[in-house]
């Protein structure tokens, strides 16, 4: 029987059903200043997060040392971006929430073992999501500077993915993994066009 394969690679990592309609480019760059403070939101809550997986998971391979350094990185991009917040005048006031995110972990499935791999893909998910966002915020901005950022941003949201990916797999195998990611992915595609277009990363 030939091995499984994980789902074919997409250009900004997981195979994402659709891509970021184009009026959001134009939204975003029009209301950076919005953009901006929501990365920041963005930033804080994936410290938070590899932090709280690292708790919830310590069994699964090689998981805690790279939540570890993940909180390390997440919190190293929050820095930038308050900087680049404060050069701007802006401040970072109480979350509004983001309803991308609210409605991918809703179908987060409730037994131990498929929330465990069920957190992981939608981690996965957000990651692959952004990459394409601040990929698009990099071909777009007129300042070299935070076009270089947003790169440099955008290559470690690739790597993310890849890393919450690879975890799923060490946690619950490659073809649970891959089956659960497309049924994953298909809902994603459905609530990108749900939300709508917002000045925000998602």
């Given amino acids: 029987m030939p091995r499984p394969r994980p789902p074919s690679p997409h250009r900004y990592g997981l195979p994402l059903r659709i891509l970021t309609d184009a009026r959001w480019i134009e939204l975003a760059l029009r209301r950076f200043d919005e953009v901006l403070v929501d990365h920041a939101h963005c930033e804080k ?6 932090l709280s997986l690292l708790q ?3 069994e699964v391979p090689s998981l805690p040392i ?8 997440e919190s190293g991009h929050l820095a930038t971006v308050l900087r680049l ?21 809703a179908l987060i499935r409730s037994p131990l073992a498929l929330q465990r791999l069920d957190r992981l893909l939608v981690c996965a998910i ?6 394409e966002r601040l990929s698009l915020l990099a071909q777009a901005l007129d300042d070299r500077d935070l076009q270089r950022l947003y790169r440099e941003l955008a290559q470690s949201e690739h790597g993310h993915q890849s890393l919450f990916f690879r975890l799923a797999v060490s946690s619950a195998g490659l073809p649970s993994a891959s089956e659960r990611l497309n049924t994953l992915l298909d809902r994603e595609a459905e609530i990108v066009v749900e939300v709508g277009i917002r000045p925000a990363i998602h």
């Fill in 85 to 105: 917040m404060a050069e701007r005048g802006l401040f970072l006031r109480a979350d509004p929430g983001d309803p991308y995110v609210r409605k991918l972990r």
């Fill in 45 to 50: 809550k994936a410290a938070a997060q590899a």
């Fill in 56 to 58: 919830a998971y310590p």
């Fill in 126 to 131: 957000v990651e692959a999501r952004s990459c």
């Fill in 66 to 73: 790279q939540m570890a350094r993940l909180a390390r990185e």
